[in-house]
């Protein structure tokens, strides 16, 4: 068998584990989460969560019917073997995998409304690449973005002068308006930057974090801890029942802003955070690490 | 404190006289996937529905489903965003006599008077639950206007013991989302000062 088609074959194996089975951390954050609640009828939502996650593993199906919009986050070692065809294989393993697992098609033509059918199309999935000199492995990330989770992220241009307080009450705001539809609890990315897209950017792989992971800096670590409690104030609780849990975890990621620039980006991760990670070395051996393998 | 009933289609008004809002309930029976171009085709372009729904239950949801030797199979299925369906849902509920609404996230106050006037209850059922849902179904008993698209048709399915699905608009009109939202509008003034 020619190497891409085998690193294709390992790319849909990824993709099928990625969609069918949730991250070991985001397991262990919906038990604590269980535990916390005390309301019957908000413990039967947490029950339904854990059983739906053992008959997606046990017949290998999605643990969601909305397999999202797929998008990778690429980190490539200049060294890796599979530089030249990865972002192709990637594209074909995604088109492969939506029969074969199979996947919900969501590709959408924005003018024509036309589905492709296949999970591809312009741009689709999204593959994000990153060189990491010196490095022979490819570490890959997915992530699963779902409608219902998608929907309500923002972004938005503040007065640099308002400083963290205005990205704060946006995302307060989002959450609040938003979240109850968002199939919570929530995971919530957070992006500051100097242009629109950078926050975007940052928002997004923010929620690549593994839960309980904090920024390197002490002070936006605080922030992110700060946040987390008094989103959980909000008292959204699974799927908008109430309750002490609203989100999971927050995580906020910055770039340095432009002098007379401020930019805050918020995305949303649901309760099925469908986010998963390959090692994969120039050999093709390779490492699920957020997985129980 | 909140209990637990387990109803059976055809759903009669009776059965749903104690059942409040918090409370659990698990379907056994008949229940229809209806969502966004169902409600407008009966709600606005005034379509006759293929199926009586009098008695039965919808379900707003799009499920991945697979053929296997021309039968179909539901492969994963669970609820979308019911706000969505706010603006038809009480013509809906009138005329169609449909007693039970499963889905996700909250409905409003038309759907409320409706449930109230014509005796029928709106519930959540968890969302991301799909492997769950698919659990659920028996068999695929049919689906109608699958020219809408395999997640808009109408998929009719036979379920047994389906759920949970926590009641949010009881026979009463009680909703609970009145509460919820005046709630979090609270805490959010409180939070943002």
Redesign the interface.
């Known amino acids: 068998m020619p190497i891409h088609e085998k690193l294709k074959g390992i790319l849909i194996d990824f993709i099928r584990v990625s969609v069918t089975e949730l991250p070991l951390d985001v397991i262990e954050a919906l038990k604590h989460a269980y535990e916390a609640e005390k309301a019957p009828f908000i413990k039967s939502v947490y029950e339904a969560y854990f059983k739906n996650l053992e008959v997606a593993r046990a017949e290998r199906i999605p643990l969601c019917q909305d397999t999202g919009l797929i998008e990778f986050f690429v980190k490539a070692g200049t060294k890796s073997p599979f530089l030249d065809y990865i972002e192709d294989t990637l594209v074909e393993a995604v088109r492969e995998a939506t029969h074969k697992v199979p996947l919900r098609p969501n590709a959408v033509h924005p003018f024509k409304n036309i589905n492709t059918g296949d999970n591809t199309g312009s741009r689709i999935p999204f593959v994000h690449v990153e060189l990491v000199p010196g490095s022979a492995d490819l570490d890959i990330y997915i992530y699963i973005a779902g409608g219902g989770s998608s929907f309500p992220a923002s972004a938005r241009s503040f007065l640099p002068g308002l400083g963290f307080k205005a990205i704060k009450n946006l995302v307060i705001e989002t959450v609040a308006n938003w979240g109850m539809n968002a199939c919570p609890p929530l995971m919530i990315g957070i992006g500051i930057a100097g242009t629109l897209e950078i926050a975007a950017l940052l928002s997004k792989k923010a929620l690549l974090r593994k839960i309980g992971e904090r920024n390197l800096d002490p002070d936006v670590a605080q922030l992110e801890e700060e946040l987390k409690n008094e989103l959980n104030n909000l008292g959204i609780g699974a799927q908008g029942l109430g309750g002490k849990i609203t989100v999971l975890d927050v995580f906020i990621e910055y770039a340095h802003r432009h002098p007379a620039t401020l930019f805050g980006a918020v995305s949303i991760g649901c309760w099925a955070n469908r986010r998963g990670r390959i090692v994969i070395h120039p050999d093709l051996s390779y490492e699920l690490p957020l997985h129980r393998r | 404190?909140?209990r637990t009933y387990y109803l059976r289609t055809p759903i009669r008004d009776e059965d749903l006289e104690p059942i409040r809002v918090?409370?659990?309930v698990y379907l056994t029976g008949t229940i229809v996937t209806a969502r966004d171009s169902v409600h407008k085709r009966v709600v606005v372009e005034g379509m006759n529905l293929p199926i009586d729904l009098r008695g039965l239950a919808i379900f707003h949801?799009?499920?991945?489903v697979?053929k296997i030797n021309n039968e179909w199979k539901i492969?994963?299925?669970?609820p979308?965003?019911s706000?969505r369906m706010e603006s038809y849902e009480a013509d809906f509920i009138a005329k169609t006599g449909v007693k039970l609404i499963a889905g996700?996230?909250?409905m409003k106050e038309r759907t409320a008077e409706a449930c109230a006037k014509y005796k029928c209850i709106v519930t959540?059922f968890?969302?991301?639950?799909?492997?769950?849902?698919?659990?659920c179904v028996k068999r695929v008993a049919g689906v109608h206007w699958l020219e809408l698209?395999v997640?808009e048709a109408m998929w009719v399915l036979e379920v047994e013991n389906f759920?949970?699905l926590?009641v949010t608009i009881d026979t009463t009109g009680a909703n609970?989302y009145s509460e919820?939202y005046r709630?979090?509008?609270k805490?959010?003034s409180?939070?943002?000062k």
């Open positions: 404190m909140s918090g409370d659990v949801a799009g499920p991945a697979k492969v994963s299925i669970g979308t965003t706000t996700k996230g909250f959540i968890p969302g991301g639950c799909g492997a769950l849902g698919a659990k698209g997640p759920g949970p926590i609970m919820r709630d979090i509008q805490k959010i409180e939070l943002m």
